[in-house]
């Protein structure tokens, strides 16, 4: 079974440019999380998705972040413009549900801002 | 609210000594999930285990095991005889186990194995 794919692996970018991750997660996975790790601490949900639908981004910070998951399958996660605060590793994951239960984490991406 | 608490930021140890890290949590819930995750430098998260709130047994693997302790909601990980291959940050996560569920990390623990 493939394992949950993003990509890029690593990014730097200048603070007030965009950038986008992508996410592939396990086929058959219904629910899609977005995390965001700052170094030094626990991964932070960003926002989570059932299908194409959200299910909660109440720490998204809509100001600036975007995520979308069309056709209830890839996800892209955008920011926009990005601040310094915003280097971190942002983490995809998917789960197939309470029947199937786990989580599977993809490698991250490793996002600077300088 | 959910939350996990792990008190020890950073720990070393020597090759095949023992070592314990200490995860506390906090939820209302009566049905929950816990988790323990390791994170070596390359970055990806490992699932290690899963523990659901009404199974107290506590469970070896090989020379990991797990101490699931509801009555002062503890889970706390220890690894026997450590090697240096256990270098890694590990993390312990709480999960309310519904339908939609998603994880609560503690900050980590940055556990160093010197040979």
């Known amino acids: 079974e493939a394992g949950v794919a993003q990509s890029p692996r690593y990014k730097i970018i200048e603070k007030r440019q965009s950038v986008a991750f992508w996410c592939n997660p396990i086929?058959?996975?219904?629910?899609l999380y977005w995390y965001q790790q700052i170094l030094g601490q626990g991964p932070k949900l960003l926002i989570q998705?059932?299908?194409?639908?959200?299910?909660?981004d109440s720490q998204l910070p809509k100001d600036r972040f975007s995520a979308e998951r069309l056709k209830g399958v890839d996800s892209t996660l955008k920011i926009q413009p990005a601040k310094l605060e915003d280097s971190a590793v942002y983490l995809c994951?998917?789960?197939?549900?309470?029947?199937?239960?786990?989580?599977?984490f993809g490698s991250g991406t490793r996002l600077t801002v300088v | 609210a959910q939350k996990v608490t792990q008190a020890q930021t950073e720990i070393s140890v020597v090759e095949k000594e023992d070592v314990t890290l200490d995860c506390v949590y906090e939820?209302?819930?009566?049905?929950?999930?816990l988790f323990w995750y390791k994170q070596p430098p390359s970055g990806e998260l490992v699932f290690l285990i899963r523990?659901?709130?009404?199974?107290?047994q506590n469970e070896i693997s090989g020379r990991y095991s797990w101490n699931f302790q509801k009555s002062t909601s503890s889970f706390n990980f220890t690894i026997t005889a450590s090697q240096v291959v256990d270098s890694a940050v590990y993390f312990c996560?709480?999960?309310?186990?519904?339908?939609?569920?998603?994880?609560?990390f503690g900050r980590g623990t940055q556990l160093t194995v010197w040979p």
């Open positions: 523990r659901n709130s009404f199974d107290e």
């Open positions: 939820t209302r819930d009566t049905t929950y999930y």
């Open positions: 086929s058959g996975h219904a629910t």
């Open positions: 996560a709480l999960d309310r186990g519904s339908t939609l569920g998603r994880l609560y």
């Open positions: 994951a998917s789960s197939g549900g309470l029947a199937n239960y786990g989580y599977t």
């Open positions: 998705f059932q299908n194409n639908g959200v299910v909660d």
